[in-house]
């Protein structure tokens, strides 16, 4: 029997699963523009956010409307960011550039480092943030309700789908009920939980799998500052280790990030015991953890499709992630302000088929979308590799800052003439290593352009076509 909650409208203009970075960010926006929108999560609010501070891009994090902190001897500072761990700011002090790389066996590390367009922020400051500027826009915000499933016409072809709300339960066991939308949001993370009731049209319904996942974790520990000069505690990357990458940031004098995340497949490394390891050969680090976690994390790609008529995915749900750091909210904060703008216009004209929404899908993989797809390519490819082979190309020079500045910002850059020719001098010893380094580069080249001819407009035709080139270049990855 369905129950209707008295404090949910029956009708919304949007109606949002998931209270993350891309959802409340969506709904705060759409508020703003006029436009009635709910946001439906199934945790407590308070429950909101990792415990535990992120890289984040700054540059989605400004666009997004929130204030970054001024440098001042190499350090951020101002009312925004963290004096301990324990407080409610939402940067935390250190900065980061350029990164130090080192190499998955720690026999040398990269010239100069990488380039971080990075800052670490606070998660569960963030999500506070978030929530107030959605609930000051106007958005309706209610937590412990599940959205459950969507409404409408679900089974079809990507072009017969017709999305008319979601169906919602009250986690307190008070009912379920229906809400009807002009348009349905998945912003339920790396689940896709409404998503995945798409499967009969596998361009926009495919479950994330295999390689698409990895797996990480991290503790925030209490350090010794006594102990701490005399320390290897330098913010970097071990890139590469293990299908994936591990590191060390230093929050304050007194506290320390080490983490890392791998590929998920079995026989997998345990990130947890690479950790230990990490902790026990640097005395500074006390055994006290202040806060951490860890869990599945998405590295691989996009649907071809986000959109349907009536139906929108947004950040991890829509695999808007930076395959090559798994760093997710940067691309689902940008995901959502694309998004916000193309769902106002279609609500107001009063057409949301797949035809009025399709925009999101042209801007987003003729964009940034390319770059992601392109390096999900080359990073599954580049996996393949031993660590003792990885290690010989960063020493050698051939992975240098200007080929890993990019891909760890989520750029895909081909390397040019001079560069390949270098490269080839530098190798000349290892012709099979060049030859899949050339090869990974070739394939996220032919991935990237052929992204960015995606069809600007919904033709099932053309759209059919560029699907089925964009399947056979991923199954060349495999």
């Known amino acids: 029997m369905i129950n209707q909650n ?48 992120d890289a984040v891009e700054k540059g989605a994090l400004a666009s997004a409307g929130f204030e970054l902190p001024e440098v001042v001897s190499g350090r951020y500072t101002g009312t925004t960011v963290k004096q301990s761990e324990q407080d409610d ?18 026999s040398c590390t990269v010239e100069g480092g990488v380039e971080f367009r990075y800052i670490t922020t606070d998660r569960k400051a963030l999500a506070r943030r978030l929530v107030r500027r959605a609930r000051d826009a106007g ?51 790396i689940v896709s939980r409404l998503r995945r009731f798409l499967a009969g049209a596998p361009e926009l319904g495919r479950k994330f799998a295999g390689p698409e996942l990895a797996y990480a974790c ?101 695999g808007q992630v930076i395959p090559t750091t798994g760093c997710g909210v940067g691309g689902a904060m940008n995901g959502a302000l ?48 031993s660590h003792e082979e990885i290690s010989f190309l960063m020493k050698k020079g051939i992975m240098n800052r200007r080929t890993l500045s990019p891909a760890i910002n989520g750029v895909f850059d081909t390397p040019g003439p001079g560069e390949s020719l270098r490269a080839a001098g530098a190798g000349i010893t290892r012709p099979g290593l060049l030859l899949k380094i050339a090869r990974a580069n070739r394939l996220g080249a032919k991935i990237f352009r052929h992204y960015r001819t995606y069809p600007d407009r919904w033709d099932p035709a053309a759209f059919t076509r560029w699907a089925e080139t964009a399947g056979k270049l991923f199954r060349r990855v495999s």
Not at 245 to 273: K, L, M, Q
């Open 139 to 189: 958005a309706e915000l209610f937590f412990r309700h599940r959205a459950e499933m969507l409404l409408g016409d679900t089974e079809g072809s990507l072009e017969a789908i017709r999305i008319s709300g979601l169906r919602v339960s009250a986690r307190d066991g008070s009912g379920t009920f229906d809400v009807s939308a002009d348009v349905t949001v998945d912003a339920t993370g």
């Open 6 to 53: 008295r404090k949910i409208k029956p009708t919304y203009r949007v109606a949002i699963a998931g209270a993350g970075p891309a959802g409340l960010l969506l709904a705060q926006k759409l508020a703003e523009m006029g436009i009635s929108v709910a946001v439906f999560e199934a945790g407590d609010e308070e429950s909101l956010g990792h415990d535990w501070s």
């Open 338 to 385: 694309l998004a916000a703008g193309i769902i106002e216009a279609a609500v107001k004209r009063g057409d949301c088929s797949i035809k009025a929404l399709w925009p999101i899908n042209y801007v987003w993989f003729s964009g940034r979308g390319s770059h992601f797809a392109a390096l999900c390519a080359v990073k599954d490819l580049l996996q393949a590799l």
């Open 218 to 318: 991290r503790r925030v520990c209490r350090l010794d500052p006594s102990k701490a000069r005399a320390d290897d505690l330098a913010d970097h990357y071990r890139y590469g280790a293990y299908r994936g990458y591990f590191w060390t940031h230093c929050h304050h004098d007194d506290s320390i990030d080490v983490g890392g995340g791998v590929r998920e497949e079995p026989g997998r490394v345990d990130p947890a015991d690479i950790i230990d390891e990490m902790i026990q050969n640097r005395p500074s680090i006390t055994r006290e953890v202040i806060r951490g976690g860890g869990g599945p994390v998405l590295v691989g790609r996009s649907p071809f499709s986000m959109v349907a008529s009536g139906f929108v995915a947004v950040g991890d749900a829509a």
């Open 89 to 106: 700011n939402l940067f935390e002090p250190h900065r980061i550039d350029p990164l130090e790389i080192r190499s998955p066996d720690l």
